[in-house]
């Protein structure tokens, strides 16, 4: 039964997730910022995920509240992302692009630069 419960929980947490890219496709951040922390929060809902909070889910969340303008709820997220993704392998190349991505991304918050952060954000 707890399997099926975790599995239930995955299946939501990825459908979620997908909704928030959707909607950030079509510019709809309030949305897709609601669909990405229900992500959040069924992924490790029922037992323990081999890594969560997830780092990618929180970088979404950070994309988005940079998009809706909120930099410093954007930069929170994003600090935590990257310190997600440190306690990942960082020899494997994803892991790797994802870190410079997301420092990157810090950078260009902490710099404050609205211009370059909204280039960076473009899909």
Same mark, same amino acid.
């Given at each position: 039964?707890?399997?099926?419960?975790?599995?239930?929980?995955?299946?939501?947490?990825?459908?979620?997730?997908?909704?928030?890219?959707?909607?950030?496709?079509?510019?709809?951040?309030?949305?897709?910022?609601? &669909?990405?922390?229900?992500? !959040?929060?069924?992924?490790?809902?029922?037992?323990?995920?081999?890594?969560?909070?997830n780092?990618?889910?929180?970088?979404?969340?950070?994309?988005? #509240?940079?998009?809706?303008?909120?930099?410093?709820?954007?930069?929170?997220?994003?600090?935590?992302? #990257?310190?997600? &993704?440190?306690? !990942?392998?960082?020899?494997?190349?994803?892991?790797?692009?994802?870190?410079?991505?997301?420092?990157?991304?810090?950078a260009?918050?902490?710099?404050?630069?609205?211009?370059?952060?909204?280039?960076?954000?473009?899909?």
């Open positions: 039964m707890k399997l099926i419960r975790e599995l239930i929980s995955g299946a939501k947490s990825g459908w979620y997730s997908g909704r928030g890219h959707k909607a950030t496709r079509r510019g709809e951040y309030e949305k897709a910022l609601r &669909y990405y922390e229900l992500a !959040l929060e069924y992924e490790g809902k029922e037992g323990k995920c081999s890594i969560c909070p780092p990618v889910a929180i970088e979404c969340i950070a994309r988005t #509240q940079a998009r809706l303008g909120n930099l410093k709820e954007a930069l929170i997220a994003a600090e935590k992302s #990257q310190e997600l &993704y440190g306690q !990942l392998d960082p020899n494997t190349k994803l892991v790797a692009d994802c870190t410079n991505r997301v420092e990157f991304f810090i260009l918050l902490k710099a404050g630069n609205t211009d370059e952060i909204n280039k960076f954000l473009v899909i």
